[in-house]
């Protein structure tokens, strides 16, 4: 008798033992400190959007984005990313369309309702795209579309998406290892599309070993273990300084 050909059991065998790598990745990730998804819901809704008008502005700045930009995580507003550039240049205007869990879908949304004539755009997004599992052609698109967008709104565009999602304190291994790889592949579509449309590009992406939001993760890390805290905005915008993609005050 003939016996029918199993390549196909064997596909699926491995398929299912990654996503059930994945899913106790995920158990680990919340087992580990379940009360960290608590937290990040509290800190999302106690987080509120710097914005300053100032009554004769020197520059008038847009920030578009997901929490990072909202500031979630920070002690304050003024402690925010946002927060840190409004003190530093106190003659800025800043609006600020940012909103906890967007997407560069979302992102590219903010922009179609904002008005135009900024002097520099702020985009700071893609953990959302990261830990949501966007497919890498969707969001290689919303990248170019919101690339496109900003540039309309403003004379200059700045895209500093997130760190490395799977250095996180939140997430554990397995799933902390496709988070990263995930992180990796957001960063490599966004320097593409910052290129393709004259846009100033911040990399926040480090090698643990050289990532300060690991070796230094008691402090930069918010309580949730998913956000920057106060001191990691700090640490956001020395970096957003130091590449070039705002002026020193």
């Known amino acids: 008798m003939n016996r029918t050909p ?23 990730a919340t087992a580990c400190a379940p ?52 003190q530093q240049h106190p003659r800025w205007r800043i609006d600020n369309l940012a909103a906890n869990g967007a997407r560069f879908a979302d992102v590219a949304a903010q922009l179609e309702r904002a008005d135009g004539g900024y002097d520099m755009v702020l985009v700071l997004a893609g953990g959302n ?31 500093m998406p997130c760190g490395d999602v799977g250095h996180a304190p939140f997430f554990a291994p397995p799933l902390s290892w496709v988070m990263s790889r995930r992180s990796k592949r957001l960063h490599a579509l966004a320097q593409d599309a910052a290129a393709d449309h004259g846009a100033h590009y911040v990399r ?12 230094r993760r008691d402090t930069l890390n918010a309580a949730d273990g998913l956000h920057p805290s106060s001191a990691g905005y700090q640490e956001w915008y020395r970096a957003l300084v130091a590449q070039g993609g705002l002026p020193a005050p």
Do not use: C, N, Y
């Open 204 to 215: 926040l992406l480090r090698p643990r070993d050289q990532d300060p939001f690991v070796s």
């Open 35 to 86: 009360w960290r998804i608590w937290t990040v819901a509290e800190l999302a809704r106690g987080a509120r959007p710097f914005t300053a008008h100032p009554a004769q502005p020197d520059k008038r700045l847009l920030v578009v984005g997901d929490s990072t930009a909202v500031g979630t995580g920070a002690s304050t507003p003024a402690q925010s990313l946002p927060g840190l550039i409004g």
């Open 6 to 28: 199993r390549p196909a059991l064997h596909l699926s065998t491995r398929r299912l033992a990654t996503i059930a790598a994945v899913a106790a990745g995920a158990l680990l």
């Open 129 to 159: 795209d990261v830990i949501r599992f966007t497919p890498a052609d969707t969001l290689r698109a919303e990248l170019q579309r919101t690339m496109s967008l900003a540039l309309q709104k403003g004379r200059r565009v700045v895209l």
